[in-house]
T-cell receptor, first 114, second 114 residues
Framework: NAGVTQTPKFRVLKTGQSMTLLCAQDMNHEYMYWYRQDPGMGLRLIHYSVGEGTTAKGEVPDGYNVSRLKKQNFLLGLESAAPSQTSVYFC?????????????FGNGTRLTVT | AQSVTQLDSQVPVFEEAPVELRCNYSSSVSVYLFWYVQYPNQGLQLLLKYLSGSTLVKGINGFEAEFNKSQTSFHLRKPSVHISDTAEYFCAVRPSSNTGKLIFGQGTTLQVKP
């Protein structure tokens, strides 16, 4: 059981380049999230989705776009990378609105923008 | 708006000593409270959660936490730590909405020394 899989694990970009981070879950979860983790700031929510074809902004959405074309996949795009987007990105998913269902996290993508 | 404050960024402790990691939250609505652990180069794993009922919640690996509504706190405790408990710990709140998203604290690094 793979759970939540993030691709790639590491990436180095130059300022202005674009890339897409892929998150895939095999648990048939409805809700998916993208967080970024920075030292001393915990995890901050970028965008999230409560179902296939839906997305919504989180706490720090600027500079990112997302798509949820298939239930199992949640893509995070950076159109023009900036050094401020150097971070570790985590994808998470949960079954739905039940408060008894925890978030399941991927192992993260470490992105460096030079 | 909801927020979470973890009062200590780093907590050094000797092996077999007790430890408390402090977490305070602010919210004008009912919340659900969680502690997650992150081992190096991994995603986050759920330690324990408070949804309702008994204010003392037991989790995995011998950890427990106590919900104190009057003090808006949810401190994490373990009576005797092991080297393997060295990790970063995150407190999080889940507002009683239907989006499932979590709001995280800044994190506390627990350093267990031999």
């Amino acid at each position: 059981n793979a759970g939540v899989t993030q691709t790639p694990k590491f990436r180095v970009l130059k300022t202005g380049q674009s890339m897409t981070l892929l998150c895939a879950q095999d648990m048939n979860h409805e809700y998916m999230y993208w967080y970024r983790q920075d030292p001393g700031m915990g995890l901050r929510l970028i965008h999230y989705s409560v179902g296939e074809g839906t997305t919504a902004k989180g706490e720090v959405p600027d500079g990112y776009n997302v798509s949820r074309l298939k239930k199992q996949n949640f893509l995070l795009g950076l159109e023009s990378a900036a050094p401020s987007q150097t971070s570790v990105y985590f994808c998470a998913s949960t079954q739905g609105r039940s408060y008894n269902s925890p978030l399941h996290f991927g192992n993260g993508t470490r992105l460096t923008v030079t | 708006a909801q927020s979470v404050t973890q009062l200590d960024s780093q907590v050094p402790v000797f092996e077999e000593a007790p430890v408390e990691l402090r977490c305070n939250y602010s919210s004008s609505v009912s919340v659900y409270l969680f502690w997650y652990v992150q081992y190096p180069n991994q995603g986050l794993q759920l330690l324990l959660k408070y949804l309702s009922g008994s204010t003392l919640v037991k989790g995995i690996n011998g950890f427990e936490a106590e919900f104190n509504k009057s003090q808006t706190s949810f401190h994490l405790r373990k009576p005797s730590v092991h080297i393997s408990d060295t990790a970063e710990y995150f407190c999080a709140v889940r507002p009683s909405s239907n989006t499932g998203k979590l709001i995280f604290g800044q994190g506390t690094t627990l350093q267990v020394k031999p």
